[in-house]
């Protein structure tokens, strides 16, 4: 970590500062990263810092399915070409942005917001769990789409016992991601193939 007091500007030590906030990024990168901010044309820095800015006012959240979207509801939700009776449960948008790569699912989502870890205080009422079996019915497959490590499995047990009795198809990716891969970090035609290749719950 840099002293406070060697920064030749205080503009350029909360510009550090700011930037070593974000996970996975150290004092170091995010010194490199701001000096190579420096160098660039005024326009181009306020228009990255507008970006990120908007962030907080410009971003919303699907009401049906939590997604991240511009409005009230996201792209895939308001296209009718969806499947809206297949409802794919991930963990986190970029999950979302995973499978959409794969290009071989065309049902709807619902994003979870992250896994039940009692270790990091996170239960089931901090999820959107409740809103997922508000959606489920009869002639609806919810496909449990999350990491297959012990907090996955977890959660996919916990949410199976919440709609087993809604009379929807419960399914799960195939095992085709090892046990304990994140979704983020597979292969897109390994992901692809787990997607088509789904298989019945088995708890």
Do not use: W
Not at 21 to 31: F, K, M, N
Not at 63 to 92: F, Y
């Amino acid at each position: 970590m840099i002293p406070s007091d060697n920064y030749p500007s205080s503009a350029l030590r909360d510009a550090v500062e700011a930037i070593s906030s974000l996970p996975g990024v150290g004092s170091r990168s995010a010194l490199r990263l701001a000096l190579h901010l420096l160098k660039q044309p005024p326009e181009k820095i306020h228009r990255f810092a507008s970006a990120v800015d908007n962030l907080a006012e410009g971003v919303h959240y699907c009401k049906t399915c939590m997604m991240v979207a511009d409005g009230d509801q996201c792209d895939i939700c308001a296209d009718s070409r969806r499947d809206h009776d297949t409802i794919c449960v991930v963990e986190s948008v970029r999950d979302v942005m995973s499978i959409e790569a794969t290009g071989q699912y065309h049902g709807v989502y619902h994003v979870l917001g992250g896994i039940i870890s009692p270790i990091n205080g996170v239960g089931p009422s901090d999820l959107t769990i409740r809103e997922l079996v508000a959606r489920v019915g009869p002639g609806t497959e919810v496909v449990l789409a999350l990491s297959g490590d012990v907090e996955g499995e977890t959660t996919a047990f916990y949410i199976y016992r919440q709609i087993e009795g809604s009379g929807c198809k419960v399914t799960t990716l195939a095992r085709g991601l090892g046990f304990g891969d994140e979704l983020e970090y597979a292969d897109t035609l390994t992901l692809g193939r787990s997607i088509v290749n789904r298989q019945i719950f088995k708890p």
